[in-house]
């Protein structure tokens, strides 16, 4: 069970990285890009393929239907994505909403990849990385814990 998940994350990432690859290779035709560093452009594309990919993993197996898996991307991923601060500084919201923003893990991935490219981030890029690097560890182990048991698997 540890294999598979962790082989279905690691492949998940590597399609991650290769989408990621090709779109800055594209939009560099287009866009004028700037490269604040690399590193933190990769450690933040890995560390959120990673996470995401654990997730797909926990709601495949919790899913009955597509239309489970469908309600958790549009209510759940899509929201936290669009709460992040992807369109706007969290500088900006209320103290209260300033904190909630400061749970979200889609926050520290779009701040670190935002980092990566301008330069700029609203909080510590370590700090991110350390959040973000436990986060993708709890949500592997579940997906593996579900595998494991054979949670809704059917031979």
Same mark, same amino acid.
């Given at each position: 069970a540890g294999e598979i998940t962790l082989a279905t994350n690691l492949?998940?990432?590597?399609?991650?990285?290769?989408?990621?690859?090709?779109?800055i290779i594209v939009f560099s035709?287009?866009?004028?890009?700037?490269f604040h560093n690399f590193f933190y452009i990769f450690i933040y594309t890995f560390l959120g393929s990673f996470i995401l990919s654990s997730i797909g993993i926990i709601i495949g197996l919790w899913a009955e239907k597509f239309d489970h898996m469908a309600t958790v991307t549009n209510f759940l991923i899509v929201s936290l994505s669009f709460l992040s601060g992807t369109f706007y500084s969290i500088e900006r919201l209320p103290s209260v909403l300033h904190q909630?923003?400061?749970?979200?893990?889609?926050?520290?991935? +779009?701040? #670190?990849?935002? =980092?990566?490219? /301008?330069?700029?981030?609203?909080?510590?890029? +370590?700090? #991110?990385?350390? =959040?973000?690097? /436990?986060l993708s560890f709890v949500t592997w182990f579940v997906a593996y814990l579900l595998h494991k048991r054979g949670y809704k698997i059917k031979f």
């Open positions: 492949a998940a990432c590597t399609r991650s990285l290769i989408i990621a690859s090709v779109s035709f287009i866009v004028d890009l700037k909630i923003s400061e749970l979200n893990p889609f926050f520290y991935m +779009i701040d #670190g990849f935002r =980092y990566g490219f /301008i330069g700029t981030a609203d909080v510590s890029i +370590i700090y #991110g990385i350390i =959040y973000l690097t /436990i």
